[in-house]
């Protein structure tokens, strides 16, 4: 197969085209999944360190067969969904495409608020203030960020941003000084008593959001184009998710010696590492605890931005389809320069910001988190489901069609999907 002239050919110079899973990774691992490890360790210590790590190796699977099969075919995510059959306004919505539309109208305007949420935690606790003024301030920056910079600026920050929470979070595990043993245990596949669903949660949970079918529309703005950046996209992949596993056991060994040794509990959800800063400005001093702050402020506001860059795209390229305006990645999502001057990707970053912001005063109807729960437990197994259907298709072309660990890989983020989706919905209808 013959070379694009454009892609490097040196190791070193792979080396340094990485960045596009740097942002989905990043993206993925925000505030609650950070709360999730840290109280797995803080509960069960080491013992469900192996479940971080499988989830780790799940999600190169998950974001290599996003980027395979844009690379391989030489179409969008999107693309291969409204292949999936059916369909309505001449064949450009179909069920997947519907299910899609829906997904992000009503995830997106929830999200919108937890995400400004999050984002403002950190911020009021180490400048003080009233947290939904802060809220605001951090969805604005965003929204202004990819509204007037294209992916280039993007990868930049979110680049800075993964180096401060590599430095807090790496650097908070060193301090807390790890039981290097008792970690090594933790690499043997055991289930204590009651973690039986909350190891498929951290499994499922960390590094893994809507914006992993992001990573294709990414790749494409970096320029890797056709079946020849494959080796970059892999190394890239996999790099960025080693340093997501570096993030997992960081905060795991956080949570085992700073509080599962003192019976310290956390609060579930973001607020969790309000907790956390208490215990170590209790223990180490206000120093340690502002740079952890920076460092949750770093993962939380990477998960705004990269929501509002990833999903805008998704959504620009949905508009496309619909409205028979799609020109490929070839030609631009639309064809009419950067999809991040076009009104579709501009509305749904104003979709994101401005009607959330009511959710941030008033306490969140029933009936919109029960659907944002539903759609939002559904969208992974979707996900995992489609890519096997599309890579074991004639629409990807043999030589980069699925393998057998592959298949098994996907198959199992599936299955655990499946599950966490089947254990949401009984929880939101269970009284």
Known sequence: ???????????AARWSLIGPGIVVAATGVGAGDLVATLIAGSRFGYALLWAAVAGTVIKIALAEGVGRWTLASGRTIFDGWSSLGGGWFGGRLNWAGLYFGLYVVVWGFVYGAAAMTAAALPLAALFGGDLKAWGVASGVAGLGLVWMGGYGLFEKVMTALVGVMFVTVVGLAVIVAPDLPALATGLWPRLPEGSVFYTLGLIGGVGGTITMAAYGYWANAKGWRGPGWMRVMRLDNGVAYVVTGVFVIAMMIVGAELLHSAGIALSSGDRGLLDLDQVLRDRFGRPISILFL???WAATFSSLIGVWQGVSLMFADFYGHVAGRSRGLEHGIQGDGPVERTWPFRAYALWL????IVLLFMDRPFGLIVAYGVLGSLFMPF?????????????????WRNGWLSNLLLGAAALLFAALAGNELVGLIRP
Request: zero cysteines; glycine letters at 6%.
């Open 1 to 11: 197969m013959s070379r694009p002239e454009n892609e490097p050919q040196a190791p």
């Open 383 to 399: 996900l995992a489901g489609t890519l096997i259907w599309l890579l074991n298709s004639d629409r990807t072309p043999r030589a």
């Open 353 to 356: 910001t401005f009607p959330p």
């Open 294 to 296: 920076v460092g949750f």
